[in-house]
């Protein structure tokens, strides 16, 4: 059971994560990632557990698959483009160009938290690579689709590389 806490007066970004374990969760988290830095107050049952962050060649394998699988259909992008829609063109373009490369991108870069998507995205990605991600995201009109989707295409085919060589 999890339950998010504010306190009356203070900062209104201050929010407090409750978060109660039953023994049954089948739940571990992951040593090392500072993501993952659960403050406990008490644990008197240990159920608590911590795995080591080492990734799992079939999951990995299978994860690879299906990002290459709705990045293969971005030509749905291109078929709306034709004809003239931009919240079509948009809608597909987020869906079949940006979620996979962000999750590709967080593969290579930060794989623990690879299904995290824009969250700490910041933090996690590359100077370079962040700024260039920004730009991806920022379309306004159907003239900027195509080169925006050459530009996250070899993006996606580098870090594809980059990630098989591993």
């Given at each position: 059971?999890?339950?998010?806490?504010?306190?009356?007066?203070?900062?209104?970004?201050?929010?407090?994560?409750?978060?109660?374990?039953?023994?049954?969760?089948?739940?571990s988290?992951?040593?090392?990632?500072?993501?993952?830095?659960?403050?406990?107050?008490?644990?008197?049952?240990?159920?608590?557990r911590?795995?080591?962050?080492?990734?799992?060649a079939?999951?990995?394998?299978?994860?690879?698959?299906r990002?290459?699988?709705f990045?293969?259909?971005?030509?749905?992008?291109?078929?709306?483009?034709?004809?003239?829609?931009f919240?079509?063109?948009?809608?597909?373009?987020?869906?079949?160009?940006l979620?996979?490369?962000?999750?590709?991108?967080?593969?290579?870069?930060?794989?623990?938290?690879?299904?995290?998507?824009?969250?700490?995205?910041?933090?996690?990605?590359?100077?370079?690579?962040?700024?260039?991600?920004?730009g991806?995201?920022?379309?306004?009109?159907?003239?900027?689709?195509?080169?925006?989707?050459?530009?996250a295409?070899?993006?996606?085919?580098?870090?594809?590389?980059?990630?098989?060589?591993?």
């Open positions: 059971m999890a339950q998010g806490l504010h306190i009356k007066g203070s900062s209104e970004y201050l929010y407090i994560d409750v978060d109660i374990q039953r023994h049954s969760r089948d739940f988290f992951i040593e090392g990632d500072p993501d993952e830095r659960p403050r406990v107050i008490f644990d008197k049952a240990q159920v608590l911590f795995k080591p962050a080492e990734a799992n079939k999951e990995l394998a299978e994860r690879l698959h990002i290459k699988s990045f293969a259909q971005r030509t749905r992008v291109t078929k709306y483009l034709r004809r003239g829609l919240l079509e063109a948009w809608a597909s373009y987020h869906r079949c160009v979620q996979p490369l962000v999750e590709l991108l967080r593969l290579r870069y930060r794989p623990s938290s690879a299904d995290y998507w824009l969250v700490h995205a910041s933090d996690h990605l590359p100077p370079t690579v962040r700024t260039e991600v920004e991806l995201f920022q379309v306004s009109s159907l003239a900027e689709f195509p080169e925006k989707m050459e530009r295409d070899k993006l996606f085919r580098e870090t594809l590389a980059e990630i098989e060589r591993e």
